[in-house]
């Protein structure tokens, strides 16, 4: 059974930072493509970054470009969204996803297969 656990969210002033992880757990492949998104209240969940976690390469949504950073620690099988420079609009349900390898790099929530539970970020200004 997959299952994917996120951590790491909480409070932070603007401007400040925070590291999101996700644990995957029970996926049978090495590699996979993962993705972060986000849901703010009252609004609709978007994709906002993506890794081919086979060749490390990452794509990112305008809005978080050159703030967040994804990643993958390949031995503990854990994802990472390091987000720095945090505004208000950044405030949201946090969710990370993976999907079937290789083909990769998609923001779409159609495509993902398996969802974490999400961790809530609040950035108050």
């Known amino acids: 059974q997959v299952q994917l656990v996120e951590s790491g969210g909480g409070s932070v002033q603007a401007g400040g930072s925070l590291r999101l992880s996700c644990v995957v757990w029970?996926?049978?492949?090495?590699?996979?493509?993962a993705g972060w998104f986000r849901q703010a209240p009252g609004k609709v969940r978007e994709g906002i970054a993506t890794?081919?976690?086979?060749?490390?390469?990452?794509l990112y949504a305008n809005s978080v470009k050159g703030r967040f950073t994804i990643s993958r620690d390949n031995a503990e099988n854990t994802l990472f969204l390091q987000m720095n420079s945090l505004k208000s609009e950044d405030t949201a349900m946090y969710y990370c996803a993976i999907r079937r390898w290789p083909a990769c790099l998609s923001l779409s929530l159609n495509d993902y297969n398996y969802w974490g539970q999400g961790t809530q970020v609040t950035v108050s200004s």
């Open positions: 890794i081919n976690t086979g060749n490390g390469v990452a």
């Open positions: 029970g996926y049978g492949d090495r590699n996979y493509c």
